[in-house]
């Protein structure tokens, strides 16, 4: 019996053998591809991880430049600051100094309208009275009130280099007359009465007016129409005393 049986058992080895080895690959032939679609999703996952580290990074270096151009920025505002800060500092100071310069020139001016020839001195006082008047609004700004000193100042010196006539009031010998008034720059002042028979001039010394002539008349009158464009230029004769006041 065991002659008969061996064979066969040897037989079936081989067999069982050989299907144990084709399951084997099969398995790892399954295992590599689970491996595989591991690995790549392993190298998807590392792909994504990198590209977003670079994202963040190129983030990181912008962020960074901001804050470095912001950080420029904050530090040239503040030199800025500390500059206006020193200009304002400046400014008060120098106010402090122009106003009591300004008040000296208002009353220079006052004092010289009133020592100067007596030609539209309602107008000039009102003027000087304004300024003073300005000196004292806080709602106008130092700069504008020196400006308008200045043109003042530049006015008075206008007059002595034009020509003007005008009509006024003038008191006579207790009353008071219609009259023309001449001026020629600050060299003379002198009127004449609307009916054409009285002139004078004005006396800087003496401080009055001062009769004239009859032969002065014609030259007056001449002068009145000149200043009133109603002539051309010519020369005429006028009685002259200098001034002690000086614009």
Request: aromatic share 6%; hydrophobic share 40%.
């Amino acid at each position: 019996m065991i002659r008969v049986c061996f064979p066969v058992l040897l037989l079936s080895l081989p067999l069982l053998a050989a299907d144990s080895v084709v399951e084997v690959e099969e398995r790892s032939l399954q295992q590599g591809q689970e491996s595989q679609v591991r690995v790549e999703a392993m190298d998807d996952e590392a792909t994504r991880l990198l590209r977003e580290y670079r994202d963040l990074q190129r983030q990181a270096d912008s962020l960074q430049a901001y804050n470095e151009n912001l950080e420029q920025m904050i530090s040239s505002q503040e030199e800025e600051i500390a500059s206006l800060e020193r200009q304002i500092e400046d400014i008060q100071v120098t106010q402090r100094e122009i106003v009591p310069l300004m008040l000296r020139m208002l009353d220079a001016l006052d004092g010289y309208v009133e020592r100067d020839l007596p030609f539209l001195l309602a107008e000039r006082r009102e003027r000087v009275l304004g300024l003073h008047a300005l000196m004292k609004r806080a709602n106008v700004e130092t700069p504008s009130k020196f400006r308008q000193i200045m043109e003042a100042y530049q006015k008075e010196s206008e007059y002595g280099r034009t020509i003007e006539s005008y009509q006024g009031e003038l008191e006579l010998d207790g009353s008071v007359r219609s009259v023309e008034f001449l001026r020629v720059g600050r060299l003379a002042l002198v009127y004449q009465t609307i009916d054409r028979r009285e002139s004078g001039y004005w006396h800087p010394q003496r401080h009055e007016w001062v009769p004239l002539d009859r032969d002065y008349h014609r030259a007056i009158r001449q002068g009145i129409r000149m200043a009133s464009r109603q002539s051309a230029p010519q020369l005429i004769e006028l009685p002259v005393l200098l001034s002690e006041v000086q614009p």
